[in-house]
C-alpha cells in the first residue's frame, strides 16, 4: 500500500516537474507548426531564433542593468517578431515555390549563421558558469510548493503561466482578428487553400512575426530552467524536443502540437525519475540509465519519426502559398562542350600541379599542415558529394561517420597497436555498416525527415555512443586523450609532415577517382534517376531503397575514412573540434553552397574550411601582398565567426542555385566560350554538309 | 495451365479518404492484345494504373502478372517482372539526356550493374547498350536529340521519351497514361504507327488510357469504360463505343463520339477532347449523389497526391 502509494506520489511529481519544460516545449512546437503550414519552412533555425531572444534578454539585463520589463519588451516583443518579419519579407517570400528540402538546407544556414551574426553584433559572448536569469526576481532561488509534492520554482511558475498566456491570445488572434481567421484557414486545412497575393504574403509574415515571438518567448524561459551557461548550441536541444512534439501532430495540428509539447515534458521527467530506479534492482537496465538519459530528447525524436505511422504516410507539403502556379520550367542546360571539359581540365591540374608543388617546396610547417587539414576535409567532404549531391539526399550525421573512422583507429591502435591504416581502413568500414544499418528504417521517410532523422542521430551519437569506453574511449580518453599516432609504411614514416601530406593527397586522389566512377557507373547514374524521379525510376525497375542503402553506406565510408586521416594527421582524435553535430551541419552548409555534386567543389570547401579563417580573416594574404607583417590594417584579426555568417549566408543560396555557387558562377563564366564552341562546330558541320552535298550533284 | 492473360486484375477497390476512386474493377489483357481504357476526367483511370504497378496499395483486390499475384510486390519488382508504364504528368530524371534515360533503363534491365565494376570504371555503358538504345531512339524519331538535356525537350518528344524508357525495360505489358496528350494530331498519329509497328515486332501488350477516342477507336481491339471507379461496358472497341450504353452514361448526348469514331474527315483534336471532358461533366450533374464527392475532387490535385495521379498537364 505504502509503495502504491509512493510511486503514485512520485509519478505526480515528474509530472509536475516536467510540466514547465512541457509548456515551452508545445510553444516551440507551435512556433515550428505556424511557419511550417504558412510557408512550407521546416525551420531549423528556430533554436538560433530562441537563442537570439535569450541572450539578448540576458545581455540587456546583466551587462545594460537595464528593468525587467523593457528587456523583456526589447527582446520578446521588438526584436524577435523583427527577424521573423526580415526573415519572411527577405528570404521565404521568394522561395515559396522551391522545395521543401532546398528551403530546409537555407534554414540550416541561418542556424549556422544567425547565433555568429547576433555574437558579432550584440558583442555577446558565453561566459560559462554564468547563470541565466528569468523573468521574475529571485526566480530560481524562490519555491512554491502547492501539492506538497513539488516546489516550482519562481522561473517555473512564471514559464507556464506566461506560456497559458500565449496559447489564450493566440487562440484569440486565430477566432478574431482578419488576418487570424486566414491564418487559422491555411493551417488547418488539410488541404491547398489558395489566398489572393497580397493576403498570402500578409499572412506569411504575420505567422513568421508571430512564430518568432514564440520561439523569443520560449528562449528567455527556458533559458534559466535548463541551462547553466547561455550557449546557442544548447538551444538544438529544445528544438528537437519541439520537433518531436510536432511530429505527433504531423506538423500540421496546433492543438496536438501542444499536447505533444506538455506530454514529452511529461514523459522526459517521468523517464528520469524511474529510470535510475528501476536500473538499481535491475542491473541490465544500468548502462541505459547511465548513457541514455542525456540524450532522451534525440531517441523520443529518432523513435517518432520511425515509428509513428502519421510521419510514414506524410509527404513533404510545398508551399501552401504558394498558389497553383507550377514551380518555374528549370532554365535550359546547355551541352558543355567537349574541348570546354578538357581546358578546364587542364586548368585544374595545372593548377594544382602549381600550389602542390609550391607547398612541398617552399612552405613552411604552419602552411604544410594548413594544406594537410584541407586535403583531408576535402576527402571527408567527398562524402556530402555522394549522398547529398548524387543520392539527394540530406545527411547531417557525416561528423559522426567520420568521427567512427577516427575513434577505430584510436581504438585499434591504443587497445591493439595495430597499423593505423589498415585500423583506418577497418574504420571506413565500420561507418559503412552505421551508415547502412541507420539508413534501413529512415529510407522510407525521405526529404526533409531524413534528415531529421539523421540529426537526431548525430545528436544521439555525440551524446551517448561518444561517451561509451569502447568507442570514445570513455574514462581513458578524459585521463589521457585519444592519441593516434601517424602510420609507418615499411621504410616511409609519415611522421614528417610532408610525407603525410603526400599520402593524404594520394588518399584524396584515389577517393575522387573512386567517386568519379561511381557517378558515371551504374549506381551514380540509378541515383540521379531516383534523384529526378523517384517513380519513374520503380517503373523501370529501379529499387530505390536499394540504390540509397548503397549510397549512405558508399558515403559513411568515404567519411569515416576521411575522419580517420584527420585523425592520424592531428595524431588525436579531437572529437569537439573535429565532428561535433553542429560541425556537421556547417560542413553540409559548405559543401552545398560551394558545389555539391563535383569533385572539385568537395576540395574548394575543404580548403574554404581550413584556409579561409587564417589566410583571409587572420590577414595572411593581405600581409603576403604586402610582404610585411606589421603593416597589416587595424582590423585584421577578423573574428572567426565570419566564416559561419558568410557560409551560412551562402546556404540561402541554394534554394535558387542548387548546383551550388561555384559551380552557377562557372557555368556562367564559360558560357560564352562554350557558345562559340558550339557555334564553330555548327559551321563546320553546315560547311561540310554543303560540301558533300556539292559532292552529290 | 497457362493463362493466356498477361495481366489479370480482379476486384480491385481503392478509396481515398472515404471517396471511392476504385470500385471492384476486374480485368483482363491477353499476350500481345491492345486494350483501351477510357473514362471521363477523375474516373479513376491513372489510379488504377498507380494500383497496377504499386505505387498505391489497393484497399482490396489482386493483381497477376502472367499468372503469378504480384499484389504484395513492389513496384521495381513488378517492373522487372514484366510491367512497363509511362505518366500522365511526364515524369523523367532531370541532369540527364534523352540517351542516358533510356540507357539507365538498359542497365537494369541488363541487370550488370555491381559496385565493384563502377569503381574499376566498368560502370560506363558500352557499345551494346548505346546501340541497343540507339536502335529504340531512332524508331520514335529521336535519333536527333538524343544529346539534348531532358530539359529543352517538348512536351511531346518528353513523352517519346518516356515511351522508350518503358520500351527498354524490355515489357510483357506496357501501360500507356495518356501518351497523345500533348501531341498534336500529326504527332500522335506518328506515334500510334511507331507503337504499333515496335508493338508487333516485339508483341507485348499494351493497356491505353486515352482521351482521344480516335486514337483508341484505331489502335485498341478491346475496350474498358470506366466511370466514377466502376467498370461500365468493356467489349470490342468499335461495338464498346457504339453501345448506347457508353454513350448515353459517358459521352452525353453522343452524337460526338459518331464523328470521331467513323468520320474520316478528322474533326480538330482539341474538340474531340473537349467534347468529351464537357459530356462527362455534363453526365456528371445529371446524377446528384455522385456529382458532390468524386466529381468535384477530381477537379484539383489533392495534396500530397501521387506525382502521375494529377489532373491533366
Ligand atoms: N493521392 C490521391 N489522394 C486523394 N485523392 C486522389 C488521389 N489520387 C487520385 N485521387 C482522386 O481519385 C479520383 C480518380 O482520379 P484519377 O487521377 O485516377 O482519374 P483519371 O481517370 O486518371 O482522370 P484524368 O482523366 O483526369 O486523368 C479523383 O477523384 C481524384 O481526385
Ligand atoms: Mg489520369
Redesign the interface.
Known amino acids: 500500500m505504502i509503495l502504491a502509494s509512493s510511486f503514485l506520489e512520485d509519478l505526480l511529481r515528474s509530472v509536475l516537474q516536467g510540466t514547465p519544460s512541457g509548456a515551452v516545449f508545445a510553444l516551440v512546437a507551435i512556433g515550428f507548426v505556424l511557419t511550417y503550414k504558412t510557408s512550407g519552412v521546416f525551420n531549423l533555425a528556430f533554436g538560433a531564433q530562441a537563442y537570439i531572444s535569450a541572450a539578448m534578454f540576458f545581455k540587456a539585463r546583466t551587462q545594460w542593468n537595464w528593468s525587467i520589463p523593457l528587456s523583456v519588451l526589447v527582446s520578446v516583443f521588438v526584436l524577435a517578431p523583427a527577424i521573423g518579419v526580415v526573415l519572411e519579407r527577405f528570404l521565404f517570400r521568394h522561395l515559396r515555390t522551391a522545395s521543401a528540402v532546398s528551403k530546409l538546407v537555407v534554414t540550416i544556414g541561418l542556424s549556422v549563421a544567425l547565433p555568429a551574426l547576433f555574437e558579432i553584433f550584440a558583442d555577446y559572448a558565453p561566459v560559462a558558469g554564468r547563470a541565466p536569469t528569468g523573468i521574475v526576481p529571485e526566480g530560481g532561488s524562490v519555491f512554491y510548493d502547492p501539492l506538497g509534492v513539488y516546489p516550482f520554482s519562481r522561473d517555473e511558475l512564471a514559464a507556464m503561466g506566461v506560456i497559458l498566456a500565449a496559447v489564450i491570445v493566440l487562440g484569440a488572434i486565430f477566432r478574431f482578428t482578419p488576418v487570424g481567421l486566414q491564418m487559422r484557414a491555411v493551417v488547418e486545412s488539410?488541404?491547398?487553400t489558395e489566398l489572393n497575393g497580397i493576403a498570402a504574403d500578409r499572412v506569411s509574415a504575420f505567422a513568421w512575426a508571430l512564430s518568432s515571438t514564440f520561439a523569443g518567448m520560449a528562449g528567455v524561459l527556458i533559458a534559466p530552467i535548463r541551462f547553466n551557461t547561455l550557449i546557442s548550441t544548447d538551444f538544438f536541444n529544445v528544438v528537437f524536443v519541439a520537433i518531436a512534439a510536432a511530429a505527433i501532430g504531423r506538423l500540421v495540428s496546433l492543438p496536438r502540437a501542444l499536447i505533444g509539447g506538455i506530454g514529452l515534458g511529461w514523459f522526459i521527467a517521468v523517464f528520469n525519475t524511474f529510470l535510475p530506479r528501476w536500473a538499481d534492482d535491475h542491473t541490465w537496465l544500468r548502462p541505459l540509465r547511465d548513457n541514455f538519459s542525456n540524450s532522451l530528447p534525440f531517441v523520443v525524436l529518432f523513435a517518432i519519426l520511425v515509428f509513428w505511422p502519421a510521419i510514414r504516410r506524410?509527404?513533404d507539403?510545398g508551399d501552401?502559398l504558394s498558389g497553383?502556379d507550377p514551380p518555374p520550367?528549370?532554365?535550359?542546360?546547355?551541352?558543355r562542350h567537349r574541348l570546354l571539359t578538357r581546358f578546364t581540365l587542364l586548368f585544374a591540374v595545372g593548377f594544382f600541379l602549381f600550389v602542390g608543388l609550391t607547398v612541398f617546396f617552399r612552405a613552411d610547417r604552419s602552411w604544410v599542415f594548413l594544406v594537410t587539414s584541407a586535403v583531408v576535409l576535402s576527402t571527408v567532404y567527398l562524402s556530402i558529394t555522394v549522398i547529398t549531391g548524387f543520392a539527394g539526399q540530406i545527411s547531417l550525421c557525416q561528423g559522426a561517420f567520420a568521427a567512427i573512422g577516427g575513434f577505430t583507429v584510436f581504438q585499434m591502435a591504443d587497445r591493439f597497436d595495430l597499423s593505423v591504416l589498415l585500423a583506418a581502413l577497418i574504420g571506413a568500414s565500420i561507418a559503412a555498416l552505421v551508415g547502412a544499418i541507420m539508413s534501413l528504417p529512415v529510407l522510407r521517410l525521405g526529404g526533409i525527415w531524413l534528415a531529421i532523422a539523421t540529426l537526431a542521430f548525430a545528436f544521439f551519437f555525440d551524446a551517448v555512443l561518444v561517451r561509451m569506453s569502447w568507442i570514445g574511449g570513455g574514462d581513458t580518453a578524459l585521463l589521457q586523450g585519444t592519441r593516434v599516432p601517424r602510420p609507418i609504411l615499411g621504410p616511409i614514416d609519415f611522421g614528417n609532415d610532408k610525407s603525410f601530406l603526400a599520402l593524404a593527397v594520394v588518399v584524396f586522389v584515389i577517393t575522387s577517382l573512386?567517386v568519379i566512377?561511381?557517378r558515371?557507373?551504374?549506381?551514380?547514374?540509378?541515383l540521379?534517376?531516383i534523384?529526378?524521379?523517384e517513380?519513374?525510376?520503380?517503373?523501370?525497375?529501379?529499387?530505390?531503397a536499394k540504390a540509397r542503402i548503397?549510397a549512405f553506406a558508399t558515403s559513411a565510408f568515404i567519411a569515416g575514412l576521411g575522419g580517420a586521416m584527420m585523425t592520424m594527421h592531428q595524431e588525436n582524435v579531437n572529437y569537439q573540434n573535429n565532428f561535433s553535430p553542429v560541425g556537421s551541419l556547417f560542413w553540409l552548409v559548405l559543401v552545398v553552397t560551394l558545389s555539391v555534386r563535383t569533385v572539385e567543389g568537395a576540395a574548394q570547401a575543404g580548403a574554404a574550411f581550413s584556409m579561409f579563417e587564417p589566410l583571409i580573416l587572420k590577414g595572411e594574404l593581405f600581409a603576403w601582398l604586402l610582404r610585411a607583417e606589421h603593416r597589416l590594417p587595424g582590423f585584421f584579426p577578423i573574428s572567426g565567426k565570419w566564416r559561419f555568417i558568410l557560409f551560412g549566408l551562402g546556404a540561402m543560396q541554394f534554394a535558387r542555385h542548387p548546383e551550388g555557387l561555384l559551380e552557377h558562377g562557372k557555368r556562367r563564366a564559360t558560357a560564352g566560350l562554350n557558345r562559340r564552341l558550339a557555334r564553330r562546330d555548327q559551321t563546320r558541320l553546315v560547311s561540310r554538309s554543303a560540301d558533300s552535298g556539292g559532292g552529290a550533284t | 495451365m497457362i493463362s493466356p492473360d498477361v495481366l489479370a486484375v480482379s476486384g480491385i477497390k481503392k478509396t481515398f479518404s472515404g471517396i471511392v476512386a476504385l470500385d471492384d474493377v476486374s480485368l483482363t489483357v491477353e499476350t500481345g492484345e491492345r486494350v483501351g481504357l477510357i473514362g471521363p476526367n477523375g474516373a479513376g483511370k491513372t489510379t488504377l494504373f498507380n494500383c497496377l504497378l504499386g505505387i498505391l496499395r489497393p484497399d482490396a483486390g489482386q493483381v497477376e502478372l502472367n499468372g503469378v499475384d504480384v499484389t504484395g510486390h513492389r513496384v521495381h519488382k513488378r517492373a522487372q517482372a514484366g510491367m512497363g508504364r509511362t505518366f500522365q504528368r511526364i515524369e523523367l530524371f532531370s541532369d540527364t539526356t534523352v540517351r542516358e534515360h533510356l540507357l539507365i533503363a538498359e542497365r537494369v534491365r541488363n541487370n550488370s550493374g555491381a559496385f565493384w565494376k563502377d569503381l574499376l570504371g566498368r560502370g560506363r555503358p558500352n557499345a551494346a547498350e548505346i546501340s541497343a538504345c540507339d536502335a529504340v531512339l531512332e524508331m520514335l524519331g529521336l535519333g536527333e536529340v538524343a544529346e539534348v538535356p531532358i530539359e529543352s525537350l517538348s512536351l511531346g518528344q518528353g513523352r517519346l521519351v518516356e515511351v522508350g524508357r518503358a520500351l527498354m525495360t524490355d515489357p510483357q505489358i506496357l501501360l500507356l497514361d495518356e501518351p497523345s496528350s500533348g501531341l498534336d494530331r500529326s504527332e500522335t498519329n506518328a506515334l500510334a504507327a511507331t507503337l504499333g509497328a515496335i508493338q508487333s515486332e516485339r508483341g507485348f501488350a499494351i493497356l491505353l488510357v486515352e482521351h482521344d477516342v480516335e486514337l483508341v477507336a484505331e489502335f485498341t481491339t478491346r475496350l474498358y469504360v470506366l466511370d466514377f471507379g466502376q467498370l461500365i461496358a468493356h467489349g470490342p472497341t468499335t461495338e464498346t463505343l457504339a453501345s448506347p450504353a457508353v454513350r448515353n452514361a459517358y459521352l452525353g448526348a453522343g452524337a460526338a463520339v459518331a464523328g470521331a469514331a467513323d468520320d474520316a474527315a478528322d474533326p480538330p483534336k482539341a474538340d474531340t477532347k473537349r467534347g468529351l471532358g464537357v459530356a462527362g461533366a455534363a453526365d456528371g450533374a445529371a446524377d446528384p449523389p455522385r456529382t458532390d464527392t468524386g466529381r468535384e475532387l477530381g477537379a484539383g490535385d489533392p495534396p500530397g497526391a501521387e506525382p502521375g495521379t494529377g489532373g491533366e498537364l
Do not use: D, Y
Open positions: 488539410p488541404r491547398m506524410a509527404t507539403v501552401p497553383v520550367a528549370a532554365p535550359a542546360a546547355t551541352e573512386a566512377q561511381l558515371e557507373g551504374t549506381i551514380g547514374r540509378t540521379r534517376a534523384r529526378g524521379s517513380v519513374a525510376a520503380e517503373s523501370i525497375g529501379i529499387s530505390p548503397a
